[in-house]
């Protein structure tokens, strides 16, 4: 894999690094980590490449890689937002499929072409909705397909942070700084950083869609340009309701991704921060803790289970299990076999439907009312 | 105290008798427990009180007791809600104090009435907000007070149980079936029940007043005449936002009393359903976890601990801290000298504003919009 | 009821005043509260009793109440240990009924002959072990009766409190002086103040009986008298084998009691600072969280809730149960009707049996081995 | 990397891999992974290393790489413990570094052996005690090392699993045959396979020796070779006293690791289930949680953290940290700069010590008493 983005002073470079080659799949082998060519050289040494390989852009290394027989069989995109959707076009347009970090574009506008150039091209996309590799996630996503809470009637999910509580952009802290810079992020701050994360494992485990959103968006911290906090109701398209809300400015909370559905016989509770548990409740029946690994999970979470029960499988591995379904796409697709990506892997559908989330509760925000998707 | 309410099949009179009793400073001597003469006779031996005091119906009780030398010394309210209003009154007019299970009235405008009778009373008044009782809500409390965690600038509270998930209300249940009428419940279902309880320890612990509010309300089970799930977006008086969640059928809860205040350096949480831990999370600081008993707990909190750290205090002596402050508050005012009962003893002003609060909630709904308060 | 003990800075007198009155059954109206007339007339006042029914010690208390029409129906022995007996004898003789906080009497010797004393009376003797009455406790014994966690294999319980990390007694403190006295505390230390609940806990939960220990008892508080650290290896009288541990060093515990009970298809664990939650673990099904006042529970839980599930029942609550059955049994025995106590309710048996825990522990510490119960 | 061990079944095989890759420090590039080469070449096609390299048994692989340019740095020890002596003689003999699983050997005599070859070889050798690489383990280590609990007087650790609750070993499951056969696990069951973690745990983390030890040693189910159920007293360097536990009968229990150490100020609980979170309980202050990566730990910590707080890293993560820290100490080696390994790094006196407690734990169970260090 050839990696766009991930130099001097990104969290997440390291991170899709890491994730993509924990299951001995997938192997980094290239990048263009920088804007600056020394940049991208000096994280090249840090992921111990070829230094011939630490490309000062992405253009030059899609065309450099493209003429090796041992090229990168696809593009990892770990930069800021803006630049999702040339680096992705670029790298379909070069016949390299793309995995690229969340959400898929700057806009909804964008998304749509991105979409499009995806259909176009044949080649396998995947998106890193990381909590959707979690492998409780996985076995809530199948007790709710299996209809085992009844029908369900109310969903709650809501994404608290506290690192943006204060002016941090304004120190030099180069995630900050991108991240509340609308030209790079997009229009969306809070809630396309992280309010996409909890639309999409709402969609995800839920197998329902939002059909329509009410969302309020404030900036709390003052000079900021983007909202840093958000809450939203939520009607689904089974008659559901509920409320998502994001939140950068939760100070004292990490990351805390907390996500509960309510059926007619019972509900669930999942929690990022102890992602191993999964937490069920009856109307008549005991509460129930299911544990990661346990001989009781069904095939869907069973399957992406590393360790035994009671060792600890953590973010890194979340994210290595979407690396891994994209791998084994990838294997699927060199076959001339691809069909669609398996329904676990996010793709560029729920890359699509994240911008559209965004747009739609900047738009809702402004109306101070409801809008449909 | 004599006690109007809480015959047969109540579950909140014994409630009351327990925690009215727990500190030594009251005793129920007299009821009208039931509509029913009989079904009075029949509680009152439970609560072996004298036969002779327990009466067929309030204003029987009003009229004999206040003719005894050891007549009560006040009444307490703890009928559905209908009938909160014209047993107030008629006690108030017989120069009884009164204090009240929530929510006040049935209604906003039976509540401003009972103000002005409160008022011109000059009789103490007070309502059993039981979770205002809670030594770590008060030890919240008081660290809002003091500024502890900065300016306030998000609040998140919710409410959620699981029991009226079902139609409980089609099978005789009597609690259910009082709860889900409008003519003996008010306008409000889960979020008059319940809602109220939220908003109540919102406003109680924050210091601040919601001004504004973007309420949806539900009514989930097919045929119920009141709500019964309800989402709502709030503003506060000093610029905070926030959420407001309630719902009867969240199947799988019990009794999920959940608040969260966000400040500019840190942020606390409360759990009912885990009482004696107080949890505050600082910006750059471990996690600190609050114990009730505790030697480090502020005076407000250390005041109503009954037992050492490590000895749970429960639900009942919560709603005993209210009565224990309501009987203090009656011996100043036999001995002349009630000012305004304490801050901390919830009264009719949080009475009134519960009901703005209720009717508030239903006219967002109906308007689909932000009303104010 | 009348009280023996509990003056002014008790904090036990308090809590059994509240747990006996606390279902209504009982009423604190006699008192030798304090081995100064002066003393106990004060805490008559607290208690708000008939002034002249706070005696100035229990032999005048015994004389002058077995006189009275409305005597009390039964003496409350709260003092400190070496009292236990004397008290409970006098009463006995008296032909008075007696509940008697634990442990029993100061020594196993003395505890042998409150059991001849007891039975020769024919009248009802409780003992107040407190964490014997929470409901889940009972769910667990229940649970333990039959069967469902298989043959019982592995036991381990513990009771840890860091309360006197430092030489409390020395300042004054009430509480750690008497406690760390052996004049009135008996020769056991911690393992007689808490060591002997977690002991019951043990057998009352398991159903099992303790017959072989090794203990091992530390002192680590220089200067201070009896042991404030414990370890215990266990053997059970059907082959389990497990541990015991108690200590008033662990500094940061506040009341930290924790039963674990293995058997060859699952497992329970029960905590007393969480008291509302049973915890099972299975070998092969998702751990199941048993809640208070659930539907599910067994008859023996249920009839001991007094609140909805969710509404958090605590310490004082447990050891009202313990009252209620108490005075249940009182009724009985009034009426002639007397068999044996309640097998829910800890009796002389559970009292000699801790005391000789107690002996036994220290016998054992002496030889560094094993010993025989 | 050459792999010894971790052919088909084995847990423990891909775990190394991929803990040993995570950082992008190292890789594996061969391997003896079984004993039948057959075996061999299928796990070294699903560890996709070079076929060449999949070697029939240890000697071959030693032989084979030494003659290599591109030869393994270092042998990786994963097999059933009977094997670990011969493999990293024969490694050390060849001048190659090993990092081997634990126990070090499987006796003490063993051990002792190896540490005079280890130390005539002058080579590193690593020993993975995972639990020693988890952040908030070294961050505990760091608050014991500077004293903040004050003198450390009690300590108590316990490792429940419950997966050999049944005999297992007779279905032909490959994990639980070695473990409890004597003729490849050595002379401890959970006392060597937990119990030895548990007791490395409590050594690394407190800073303190256990000098004194009285253990009983229990096999549970019926046939079964070695102990399934373990408990100790223990006596430390510094007059400190506690308990280790260890058990793999404990039905329910999935990897509970809890180390708990007491001070004179305050202590300190860590659960592995829970690996992220430190509690801190002080004696008269709020008690603290602290979170895996926060900016408030200490150096030691910091410094192995890889994700951003909140984001969980679990028990490869841990195993990592290990790995990289070997990695490092390989690097420093070859430079000729090796001093003794890093204190944070288990080696061969954790191996050691290991093996003397296993020994020791099984001579005080022989003699029902006390036996020393």
């Given amino acids: ?48 490449i070829d230094p011939s390989r630490a490309y000062g852009d992405y253009q030059q290394m899609l065309e450099a890689e493209r003429k090796r027989a041992d090229a990168i069989d696809f593009v990892a995109i770990v930069t800021p937002n803006h630049l999702h959707l040339p680096i992705a076009l670029a790298a379909l347009e070069a016949g390299i499929p793309v995995m690229s970090d969340k959400p898929a574009t700057a806009s909804y506008e964008e998304a749509l072409k991105l979409a499009v150039a995806v259909a176009k091209s044949g080649l396998p996309y995947g998106l890193t909705h990381t909590y959707a590799g979690y492998q409780m996630v996985r076995e809530a996503r199948a007790m709710c397909a299996a209809g085992k809470l009844g029908a369900i009637r109310k969903v709650a999910v809501e994404y608290f942070q506290g690192w943006l509580s204060g002016p941090l952009e304004g ?14 992020s997009g229009s969306g701050g809070a809630i396309g950083d992280i309010g996409t994360h909890a639309f999409h494992l709402l969609e995800y485990v839920s ?8 969302a309020t968006l404030r900036t709390v911290v003052p000079g900021r340009k983007l909202d840093d906090d958000c809450n939203a109701f939520l009607r689904m398209n089974n008659g559901a309701a509920g409320t998502l809300a994001c939140s950068q400015v939760a100070a004292g909370e990490m990351n805390e991704l907390l996500l509960r559905i309510y059926g007619e016989k019972g509900s669930l509770e999942w929690q990022q921060q102890d992602p191993n548990r999964l937490v069920v409740r009856w109307l008549d029946k005991p509460e129930e803790v299911y544990h990661a690994a346990a001989s009781y999970l069904g095939a869907d979470a069973r399957v992406v289970a590393r360790t035994p029960g009671g060792h600890p499988e ?26 669609p990506l398996p329904a676990t892997l996010p793709g560029i559908e729920a890359g699509v439907r994240g911008m559209h989330f965004i747009e739609r509760a900047i738009e809702s925000n402004k109306r101070q009312g409801w809008v449909e998707f």
Same sequence: chains 1, 2, 3, 4.
Avoid: C
Avoid at 39 to 47: F, I
Avoid at 316 to 338: H, I, M, P, R, S
């Fill in 314 to 339: 953590g973010y890194l591995e979340a994210f290595a299990v979407l690396y891994g379904e994209f791998a084994d796409a990838l294997v699927a697709w060199k076959q001339g076999k691809l069909g």
């Fill in 171 to 184: 120190t030099g802290h180069k995630q900050a700084a991108w991240r509340t810079d609308p030209a790079r």
């Fill in 1 to 48: 894999m050839g990696m766009v983005g991930g130099g001097p002073g990104a969290f997440i470079g390291p991170v899709h690094r890491i994730a993509a080659e924990l299951d001995g799949k997938i192997e980094l082998v290239a990048g263009a980590f920088s804007q600056s060519p020394e940049g991208s050289r000096r994280a090249g040494a840090t992921y111990r």
């Fill in 207 to 214: 197998g329902l869609k939002v059909t329509e959103m009410n």
